[in-house]
């Protein structure tokens, strides 16, 4: 099993940029599709970002586009998330998750909550207008 801990949320202004990081153990996060979901209050966890499992197919929900962007590195054993001209609709807890079910190459799989069977506790990002 991989165990994932998420770091880098906060509070930033409008305009602004984080990076989120999902740190691996236990397993080789290579071995594993990766997605980004986040989700407020009242409302189902939405996917945002996936990284397939070679780390050659990335997907977007499309109010990121062009403004995220995914990325792993297998030495450091992490999944980033690297967030730029941040939204006040941006404001969520974000969650990492891996996938040892699909390896991340259709889009209509690895937007799915429920083809990711390992989560990270989720880190709160909120964005001022």
């Known amino acids: 099993q991989v165990q994932l801990v998420e770091s880098g949320g906060g509070l ?20 594993y599709a990766m997605g980004w979901f986040r989700q407020v209050p009242g409302r189902d966890r939405e996917f945002v970002a996936s990284i397939s499992k070679s780390g050659g197919i990335t997907y977007y929900r499309d109010s990121v586009k062009g403004r995220f962007t995914v990325s792993t590195d297998n030495v450091e054993n992490t999944g980033y998330l690297q967030m730029n001209t941040l939204k006040p609709e941006d404001t969520a807890v974000y969650y990492c998750a891996a996938s040892s079910l699909i390896g991340g190459t259709a889009y209509y799989t690895a937007i799915m909550p429920r083809k990711y069977d390992y989560w990270g506790q989720g880190t709160q990002v909120t964005v001022s207008s």
């Open 12 to 31: 930033v202004q409008s305009g602004g940029s984080l990076r989120l990081s999902c740190a691996a153990s236990g397993r080789t996060l290579s071995n």
